[in-house]
């Protein structure tokens, strides 16, 4: 039983050693860190943050193959370059060997004949490289490589990339790219106020659609176009921009991770700030992550893993250009939520049904009004229109003044937070002043108001000018968007609520199960059953009662310590899958029993040629759920966890949850809560609820074992762990275990 150690695993995840506010912090080569703070594998546990101030707004900038002549390609962009620095008020200084000016502005030979400090050198030329080496020998903080033909190219690309990133790492100058462009140089309007978006692309034709909300009055503050991420990466941005004031959301179009942990590292920091990351990851199938590697030569990682990886840190996942724009749009500027409550009001009854079907199934919550509430809003709505939510008035009170007196009712509610009004087509007398109404009635609410304008023209005047020209009422031109960004809105302040980071639960020291576990490790080589098992209870993970013998009278006699009925298994390193060749007996009752199953186990073992560690001997285990948990080595991520329902139904069903280490017990829970077979462990055609405590505390010890054993332990796989019922615990009744 667990009895005797139920919740030590527990309580000491969930130790908070660091608080969640800024640590202390060290500045290198303009990066900060955490100092001494490591988790048990000597990994950071704060994000890194480079200071990207001189980067976005530099004093000086060294255009290295500038150019005036005409046709050439390095013209255009140095034109750019230039309107881009009168603009902001930065030096240009053109670096040419053979010319003496470019556009009129007079040239130096090198980048070592710079006289004057350099904030930031962009890099025209078809081999950085050289540059890069130069640039060593100056005090430029960072430069720009414009330059393709690296990883996304191939093998060949990829190591000239390498080259050209160890090259950076010992300059100590931080690098955009290679493989990026202008986007960062953009003209961004300062005519904007409130929270903006910032963006961050892997592809810069995929960032313009966010780009471009600032002709719809939407501000951006930054645009990083990442490129292949040679040195700079998006993570390195999302930890630069969760710190900015001016910054409400972090808009971002992922197609691979340089760093897992990176990327989780920065996740959390803006968790901790309380700022949204949306972000666009393209990989879902093998074509989409095959593309995404030809594109920026980086890796996609396993989706589900991703997937998870993102909810888990509070990153909203989308997968539309344009719910990029519309959710990143309404969690910049939406303010903290004060109820959970969504109410849909609509002039239309079949409107206001559709929406609120839609909305339901997606999983917001629409409140039945109270009665008094509805009371109020039938002095202006007839009474045989429903009320009680979505609200339906008719459409008549709309165009005169009891249209305002129903929206401000709705929102006078406490249990609402959000009022959504589809507006599906254009009919002036009605819609121009509901659209008027919803605008002032957002001005003087701190609630959110949202609308969708469903009009495929979108010229109309109440769109353009009255919802579009309101920075308090969130817009939308679909169903499906409104509902993704309300979800994410609410979900994220529910998320950074209280938020406490799962890296400040990981262990910084092993534990004396690691010492333990350690010992039994064989680098390179799977595990027996019998020593998977050792592992386990070197974790306090809860085995059946067994012995592991080499004749038949030693099994008759493990049996009888053992107690009848006993279940015997072959035992060796090689055996995968035992039951598939008949090296399983279950429920032998009797000496007579065990004798024949021992000669029959060795038998077909040496018939199949595999080579025994011995036949165990275990005690037989009460029904209860059955449950897989283990631990495999994402490419990206590193160790990561995953329970689901075990036995065969594991191969049929594929019912699992994934998480990455570290993480703390709400997680765990929440891992099962996702399970389509969730109801099995709460008891089903009368079988008793099973010991859902008792799991998560197997879950927990498992993901302790996968950080320690992070450079031991390639695969776990304990399967099934028999859940018993409420009480009783759980028991692990096979495993197999791969060394790294």
């Not at 003496?100 to 050198?121: H, K, N, Q, R, Y």
């Not at 008027?436 to 609630?447: G, M, P, R």
Request: net charge negative.
């Amino acid at each position: 039983m667990l009895g005797s150690t139920h919740g030590t695993f527990t309580t000491d995840l969930r130790a908070r050693v660091v608080a969640c506010g800024e640590s202390p912090r060290t500045t290198v080569h303009g990066v900060t860190a955490a100092p001494g703070d490591q988790d048990v594998s000597g990994r950071p546990l704060h994000a890194p943050v480079p200071d990207l101030d001189r980067f976005f707004r530099p004093e000086s900038v060294a255009v290295v193959g500038a150019s005036d002549a005409e046709g050439r390609p390095n013209t255009g962009i140095t034109r750019q370059l230039l309107a881009w620095a009168e603009r902001v008020g930065t030096r240009l200084v053109p670096v040419h060997p053979t010319r003496t000016s470019v556009f009129g502005i007079d040239c130096v030979p090198s980048v070592g004949a710079l006289t004057e400090p350099v904030d930031l050198a962009v890099l025209l030329v078809a081999d950085p490289l050289p540059v890069i080496e130069e640039l060593a020998e100056t005090k430029v903080r960072f430069a720009v490589a414009f330059a393709s033909g690296f990883a996304e190219t191939g093998e060949a690309g990829a190591a000239a990339q390498e080259r050209l990133a160890a090259a950076v790492r010992r300059s100590g100058i931080r690098l955009l790219g290679p493989n990026t462009n202008l986007n960062a140089f953009e003209r961004f309007r300062e005519d904007l106020e409130g929270p903006a978006v910032a963006l961050i692309t892997q592809s810069g034709h995929q960032g313009r659609p966010v780009f471009t909300l600032q002709e719809l009055g939407v501000r951006l503050s930054h645009w990083a176009p990442t490129g292949n991420e040679a040195d700079l990466e998006t993570s390195d941005f999302i930890s630069y921009f969760a710190g900015r004031p001016e910054v409400g959301a972090i808009a971002c179009y992922v197609e691979g991770l340089k760093d897992g942990r990176s990327f989780l590292l920065a996740a959390d920091r803006a968790a901790r700030h309380g700022v949204p990351v949306v972000a666009v990851k393209v990989g879902r199938t093998e074509t989409g992550a095959r593309t995404a590697a030809s594109h920026t030569g980086k890796l996609t990682g396993a989706d589900q893993v991703v997937d998870a990886a993102m909810r888990q840190y509070g990153v909203i996942r989308v997968d539309g250009l344009d719910q990029l724009q519309d959710t990143a749009t309404l969690l910049a500027r939406a303010r903290r939520p004060h109820a959970d409550g969504v109410v849909v009001y609509s002039i239309s009854g079949g409107t206001g049904a559709h929406f609120a079907d839609l909305a339901t199934a997606a999983g917001l919550e629409l409140p039945t009004l109270p009665q008094a509430k509805q009371d109020e809003l039938h002095q202006w709505i007839p009474e045989y229109l429903s009320v009680s939510n979505p609200v339906d008035n008719g459409g008549h009170p709309v165009g005169d003044w009891r249209g305002r007196k129903i929206i401000d009712a709705i929102l006078a509610d406490p249990s609402v937070g959000v009022l959504i009004c589809p507006i599906t087509g254009p009919f002036p007398p009605m819609s121009d002043k509901l659209a008027q109404d919803l605008v002032e009635a957002a001005e003087a609410t701190d609630k959110l108001v949202c609308v969708v304008w469903g009009s495929p023209v979108g010229t109309e005047d109440a769109y353009r000018t009255t919802l579009l020209g309101s920075s308090r009422v969130a817009t939308f031109r679909t169903f499906a968007n409104c509902i993704g960004a309300v979800k994410a809105y609410l979900d994220h302040h529910r998320f950074t609520t209280g938020y406490r980071s799962p890296f400040d639960e990981a262990p910084r020291t092993p534990s004396p199960s690691f010492r333990k576990a350690q010992a039994l490790m064989r680098p390179g080589r799977r595990l027996s059953e019998h020593a998977a098992k050792q592992l386990l209870r070197a974790y306090g993970i809860r085995v059946p009662r067994e012995q592991l013998v080499t004749s038949a009278a030693a099994a008759v006699r493990a049996a009888g310590l053992v107690g009848y009925p006993v279940v015997m298994k072959a035992s060796g390193a090689q055996l995968a899958h035992k039951t598939e060749l008949g090296l399983v007996k279950v429920g032998l009752t009797s000496a007579s029993q065990v004798r024949d199953a021992y000669r029959e186990l060795t038998d077909i073992a040496r018939f199949e040629s595999i080579d025994l560690d011995g036949i165990l001997v275990c005690q037989m285990v009460g029904r209860g759920v059955e449950m897989v948990v283990g631990v495999t080595r994402d490419e990206l991520f590193g160790p990561t966890v995953t329970v689901g329902l075990g036995g065969v139904l594991v191969e049929v069903l594929n019912d699992t949850a994934v998480r990455v280490p570290p993480f703390g017990e709400r997680e765990a829970r929440s891992m099962l809560a996702e399970l389509r077979g969730r109801a099995l462990l709460d008891g089903v055609r009368g079988a008793p609820p099973a010991d859902v405590d008792a799991l998560v505390e197997v879950v927990l010890r498992v993901q302790r074992m996968a950080l320690e054993l992070d450079g031991d332990l390639a695969e776990l796989d304990i399967n099934p762990l028999m859940v018993l019922p409420r009480g009783q615990g759980a028991v692990a009744l096979d495993a197999l275990a791969v060394c790294r």
